[in-house]
């Protein structure tokens, strides 16, 4: 497993700015993803971030709105910009050495007013 | 693509009682399966998974689950229940060249009645 923590754990934000969420890892994972779970909702992988890279996005998510970066193996960053009440959710990180298994972060819980 | 499907979204029951939530999956590759469980307020806590072999597999806080290939099917059990087991229940999945990309289901709410 990992130990993994994020900042913030959770924040109120007024629409049209920006929050940057950390992720760091105890030690170095081949992995990193960053999901959302919207209220009352399951996961949805937004992005696998990539070391040295431009991440990966999936469908419905872009660079634009979710800029990640990831500068080495320990530490990534996802930044929600330009936010709307949609954007409430809570955000996880996720790491895998393995490339099965994930293990997952506590989550930065975010509320857009 | 896979996809999976939790079909009970609540589950009442009662502390000692034996508990089953349910979880089945397409895919068109052979998969790795999971349960994670989620308390209020945190992350994710990996439960079990199913790379290979037995199809029989025990996780931690005495939950097991099994993986039908035939049924498409990775229920997961506990043979009793306690309160602290009240939380949302994640079956995922993964498979194929796209392991690294899970596919989550909707959630199972169980609730241990003391």
């Known amino acids: 497993s990992a130990v993994i923590s994020q900042k913030p754990s959770r924040d109120i934000c007024q629409r049209g700015t920006s929050l940057t969420i950390q992720c760091q890892v105890d030690?170095?994972?081949?992995?990193m993803f960053w999901y959302r779970q919207q209220p009352g909702q399951s996961l949805t992988l937004i992005a696998t971030?990539?070391?040295?890279?431009?991440?990966?996005?999936e469908s419905g998510f872009v660079i634009d709105k979710f800029p990640i970066s990831r500068p080495n193996l320990t530490f990534s960053t996802l930044t929600v910009s330009n936010m709307s009440p949609e954007d409430s959710s809570i955000y996880l990180c996720?790491?895998?050495?393995?490339?099965?298994?994930?293990?997952f972060g506590p989550g930065t819980r975010l509320t857009v007013t | 693509a896979q996809s999976v499907t939790q079909l009970d979204s609540q589950v009442p029951v009662f502390e000692e009682a034996p508990v089953e939530l349910r979880c089945n999956y397409s895919?068109?590759?052979?998969?790795?399966l999971f349960w994670y469980v989620q308390y209020p307020n945190q992350g994710l806590q990996l439960l079990l998974k199913?790379?290979?072999?037995?199809?029989l597999v025990k996780g931690i806080n005495g939950f097991e689950a099994e993986f039908n290939k035939s049924q498409t099917s990775f229920h997961l059990r506990k043979p009793s229940v306690h309160i602290s087991d009240t939380a949302e229940y994640f079956c995922?999945?993964?498979?194929?060249?796209?392991?690294?990309?899970?596919?989550f289901g909707t959630g199972t709410r169980l609730t241990v009645i003391p």
């Open positions: 995922a999945v993964s498979g194929g060249t796209g392991a690294n990309n899970l596919f």
């Open positions: 199913y790379l290979s072999g037995s199809t």
């Open positions: 971030a990539n070391q040295g890279s431009e991440a990966t996005y």
């Open positions: 895919s068109s590759v052979s998969v790795y």
């Open positions: 996720s790491v895998s050495r393995t490339g099965y298994e994930q293990y």
């Open positions: 030690s170095q994972v081949t992995m």
